[in-house]
């Protein structure tokens, strides 16, 4: 069978590696529940980050739903349409009615002017992507936040190892959320954190994650089960290891796709992180229909970079079929725009220089003929 280069492929470590955490996991008979592993994963996560306080929690989207939990929030959230569903999703689903502003058309999120224009009586927060690991404009939110006395919360599912002015960008806002899955730079299969600086809230957080309980005889709050099993801190412990080498080698791949197509009419995220992880590699074509030749042209020679975010997520079904268009309701002029022209390549570690050229020489023939 043909080798299909899709959009990322999960890092793993040494399987040598691995087994020597199984082991410890065979030997203690402690698979879930806080065990060994978790504690000293958060560990190695808080020094890792540079954060004071992190909670480990099963994946990404629990991670989100814990976040707009612990603060108890009613009425509207304002966000970004220019995301994945479990941004949007996770607002429905905890009750909350999703606003949408539109995205700053170079870095790709949330435009705070917009916000701003967004917030009614009824607004209770604000949840900004780090779209694609790029900060957001975090001062300008927090301004507007504070203002509007609002909680801002941060989506930086993308954004691992990420400083903003030499700060890790997890310390901006009032609470961030992390995800680990195994698309992302850094995973743990399945897998996602919460950090927050406020030492109230995070232990609230912990008890979110683990229905409430404070211990065999006292439970103090309606929580869930978003707690990470051994296995999955096992996982994470490994690929903390190599992850400064991985970062680094997407670095030289991210800026030879750049380099190359700098020579074409293509446009690249405006990255304002004063330390980036390379996370995707989104190229924005001139219009939509040589963005949807190249995915083709690409598909044919068994390469699958994907059109993250497209379609916006006020276009989903259960938005639509209310009959009202969202995107234009709430004047997403630029999230469409950027929606309909941007694909991201595929960009991981051990992808290989001659299939870097090769895709850079299909793209600049599609793009040409
Ligand atoms: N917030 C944001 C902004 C997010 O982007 C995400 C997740 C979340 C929150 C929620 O976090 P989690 O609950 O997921 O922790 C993928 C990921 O599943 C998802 O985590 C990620 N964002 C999103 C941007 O990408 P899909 O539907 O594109 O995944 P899929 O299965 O099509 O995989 C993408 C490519 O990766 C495939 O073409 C092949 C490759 N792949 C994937 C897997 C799972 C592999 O080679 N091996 C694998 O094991 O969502």
């Given at each position: 069978?043909?080798?299909?280069?899709?959009?990322?492929?999960p890092?793993?470590?040494?399987?040598e590696?691995?087994?020597?955490y199984?082991?410890?996991?065979?030997?203690?008979r402690?698979?879930t529940?806080?065990?060994?592993?978790?504690?000293l994963?958060?560990?190695?996560?808080?020094d890792?980050?540079?954060?004071?306080?992190?909670?480990?929690?099963?994946?990404?989207?629990?991670?989100?739903?814990?976040?707009?939990?612990?603060f108890?929030?009613?009425?509207e959230?304002?966000?970004?349409p220019?995301?994945f569903?479990a941004t949007?999703?996770?607002i429905?689903?905890?009750?909350?009615?999703?606003v949408?502003a539109?995205i700053?058309?170079?870095t790709?999120?949330?435009d705070?002017s917009?916000v701003?224009?967004k917030?009614?009586?009824?607004?209770?927060?604000?949840?900004?992507?780090?779209?694609?690991?790029?900060?957001c404009y975090?001062e300008?939110l927090e301004?507007?936040a504070?203002e509007?006395?609002?909680?801002l919360?941060?989506?930086a599912?993308?954004?691992?190892g990420?400083?903003?002015?030499?700060k890790?960008?997890?310390?901006?806002?009032?609470?961030?959320?992390?995800?680990?899955?195994?698309?992302k730079?850094f995973?743990t299969?399945e897998?996602?954190?919460v950090?927050?600086d406020?030492?109230a809230?995070?232990e609230?957080?912990e008890?979110?994650?683990?229905?409430?309980?404070?211990?065999?005889?006292?439970?103090?709050?309606?929580?869930?089960n978003a707690?990470m099993?051994?296995?999955?801190?096992?996982?994470?412990l490994?690929?903390?290891?190599?992850?400064?080498?991985?970062?680094?080698?997407?670095?030289?791949?991210?800026?030879?796709?750049?380099?190359?197509?700098?020579?074409m009419?293509v446009?690249f995220?405006?990255?304002?992180?004063?330390?980036?992880?390379?996370?995707?590699?989104p190229v924005l074509?001139?219009?939509?229909e040589?963005?949807?030749?190249?995915?083709?042209?690409?598909?044919?020679?068994n390469i699958?970079p994907?059109?993250?975010?497209?379609?916006?997520?006020?276009?989903?079904?259960?938005?639509?079929?209310?009959?009202?268009?969202y995107?234009i309701?709430?004047?997403?002029?630029?999230?469409?725009?950027?929606?309909?022209?941007?694909?991201?390549l595929p960009?991981?570690p051990?992808?290989?220089?001659?299939?870097?050229?090769k895709?850079?020489?299909?793209?600049?023939d599609?793009?040409?003929?």
């Amino acid at each position: 069978m043909k080798e299909i280069i899709t959009v990322t492929k999960p890092d793993l470590p040494p399987l040598e590696r691995y087994v020597k955490y199984l082991e410890i996991i065979w030997k203690n008979r402690w698979l879930t529940n806080n065990g060994e592993l978790v504690q000293l994963f958060e560990k190695k996560l808080r020094d890792c980050l540079g954060v004071k306080n992190i909670a480990v929690v099963c994946n990404g989207t629990l991670a989100l739903h814990i976040a707009l939990k612990v603060f108890d929030l009613k009425g509207e959230v304002i966000t970004t349409p220019f995301t994945f569903a479990a941004t949007t999703n996770a607002i429905i689903w905890e009750g909350l009615s999703p606003v949408f502003a539109d995205i700053d058309p170079e870095t790709f999120n949330i435009d705070p002017s917009d916000v701003e224009r967004k917030v009614t009586k009824d607004t209770s927060a604000i949840l900004a992507v780090h779209t694609y690991g790029n900060p957001c404009y975090v001062e300008e939110l927090e301004k507007i936040a504070e203002e509007y006395n609002l909680k801002l919360i941060y989506d930086a599912a993308h954004a691992f190892g990420v400083e903003y002015k030499n700060k890790s960008v997890l310390c901006y806002g009032n609470l961030s959320t992390l995800s680990f899955h195994a698309t992302k730079i850094f995973h743990t299969i399945e897998g996602g954190a919460v950090v927050v600086d406020d030492d109230a809230l995070h232990e609230k957080v912990e008890l979110l994650r683990n229905h409430g309980i404070k211990s065999e005889e006292e439970t103090l709050l309606v929580g869930t089960n978003a707690k990470m099993n051994e296995f999955q801190a096992a996982m994470g412990l490994c690929n903390l290891e190599d992850i400064v080498d991985r970062i680094q080698r997407r670095k030289m791949i991210y800026e030879l796709y750049k380099e190359r197509l700098s020579e074409m009419c293509v446009a690249f995220q405006k990255i304002i992180a004063s330390k980036y992880n390379y996370a995707y590699m989104p190229v924005l074509f001139e219009r939509r229909e040589e963005r949807d030749r190249v995915y083709s042209e690409l598909a044919k020679n068994n390469i699958k970079p994907r059109k993250y975010f497209y379609p916006l997520t006020p276009n989903f079904d259960y938005f639509t079929k209310k009959g009202e268009d969202y995107c234009i309701k709430y004047n997403l002029k630029n999230a469409i725009d950027v929606s309909n022209r941007v694909l991201c390549l595929p960009l991981y570690p051990d992808l290989n220089i001659s299939t870097i050229e090769k895709i850079i020489d299909i793209i600049k023939d599609t793009v040409k003929g």
